[in-house]
């Protein structure tokens, strides 16, 4: 079992930013792919970002791309999501989750972003 908690997520401006942080425990963490979702209201849970276990592999979906980085640090069993220039359209609530089979999911944070 995997537990996570995500947190940094509320209110910003157009070309705003935030820190999105998603705490794991349980199993280990380094062996995990973990990943960013979104989804927007009426609209499907899409994939924003995923990090290998390790941290040197990523990808963004062409609609971040350039503008969110994601990170980890396995000492503390975290993983971030730097969000730059964000735009309207980011506006959704924000999942955290350790990917597998069954992918783990935390409880979402909310983000929005006002014009």
């Known amino acids: 079992q995997v537990q996570l908690v995500e947190s940094g997520g509320g209110l910003v401006q157009a070309g705003g930013s935030l820190r999105l942080s998603c705490a794991a425990s349980?199993?280990?963490?380094?062996?995990?792919?973990m990943g960013w979702f979104r989804q927007a209201p009426g609209k499907d849970r899409e994939v924003v970002a995923r990090?290998?276990?390790?941290?040197?592999?990523?990808y963004y979906a062409g609609s971040v791309k350039g503008r969110f980085t994601i990170s980890r640090d396995n000492a503390k069993n975290t993983v971030y999501l730097q969000m730059n220039s964000l735009k309207p359209e980011d506006t959704a609530v924000y999942y955290c989750?350790?990917?597998?089979?069954?992918?783990?999911w935390g409880q979402g944070t909310q983000v929005t972003v006002s014009s």
């Open positions: 990090i290998s276990g390790s941290g040197g592999i990523t």
């Open positions: 989750a350790a990917i597998a089979a069954d992918n783990y």
């Open positions: 349980g199993r280990t963490f380094s062996t995990f792919v």
